[in-house]
T-cell receptor, first 112, second 114 residues
Framework: DSGVTQTPKHLITATGQRVTLRCSPR?????VYWYQQSLDQGLQFLIH???????AKGNILERFSAQQFPDLHSELNLSSLELGDSALYFC???????????FGQGTRLTVV | AQSVAQPEDQVNVAEGNPLTVKCTYS??????LFWYVQYPNRGLQFLLK??????LVKGSYGFEAEFNKSQTSFHLKKPSALVSDSALYFC????????????FGTGTQLKVEL
């Protein structure tokens, strides 16, 4: 168990809908990262937050947004969902001074 | 831009034999290199990392990796494979001073057979 908690584990929704994925980082970790894993794109970095502030953006669509709250948990919001958004979404966290990130078990999103 | 290549989609090895999973990288700057493993329906588990120092780094579950700067490689190795090592392995790179973004390879499926 990495200590990173993601909810829900599975999500099935229809095209055009909006969903929110939640991540609780390891205790003491200030950084939260979101990644998308799909068969055609592999593991892609989406966005990084550090202590509530956005630090870096990757291949994140405009329909997607994220935030990190004062208690350091983070949410990834996906809107106007398309079939191609079906993927495994991972959250990871890291602590200052440590270079590696620890991943949650992911949320599997299926858009039908 | 940074990139990672894992040239083999799948590696098959017999239990008890040594295994190698290959990884090469391309960065402008000093790399931080990582190996992660993913079991079915699970998240990525951190195995080991190279930051600086000894080119041979040891990690979890008996795995080790060798950093080779001239060949820009970071191959994952284990002297004696177990069936339970069968999983998807990812190599990743982060550039010092380039933020904390990890760039992953496409993954290598390791299959260890009896």
């Amino acid at each position: 168990d990495s200590g990173v908690t993601q909810t829900p584990k599975h999500l099935i929704t229809a095209t055009g809908q909006r969903v929110t994925l939640r991540c609780s980082p390891r205790s003491g970790d200030l950084s939260v990262y979101w990644y998308q894993q799909s068969l055609d794109q592999g593991l892609q970095f989406l966005i990084h937050y550090y202590n509530g502030e956005e630090r870096a953006k990757g291949n994140i669509l405009e329909r997607f947004s994220a935030q990190q709250f004062p208690d350091l948990h983070s949410e990834l919001n996906l809107s106007s969902l398309e079939l191609g958004d079906s993927a495994l979404y991972f959250c990871a966290s890291s602590t200052p001074g440590l270079t590696e990130a620890f991943f949650g078990q992911g949320t599997r999103l299926t858009v039908v | 831009a940074q990139s990672v290549a894992q040239p083999e989609d799948q590696v098959n090895v017999a239990e008890g034999n040594p295994l190698t999973v290959k990884c090469t990288y391309s960065v402008s700057g000093n790399p931080y290199l990582f190996w992660y493993v993913q079991y079915p329906n699970r998240g990525l588990q951190f195995l080991l990392k190279y930051i600086t120092g000894d080119n041979l780094v040891k990690g979890s579950y008996g795995f080790e990796a060798e950093f080779n700067k001239s060949q820009t490689s970071f191959h994952l190795k284990k002297p004696s494979a177990l069936v339970s090592d069968s999983a998807l392995y990812f190599c990743a790179v982060r550039v010092t001073g380039g933020g904390n973004k990890l760039t992953f390879g496409t993954g290598t499926q390791l299959k260890v057979e009896l």
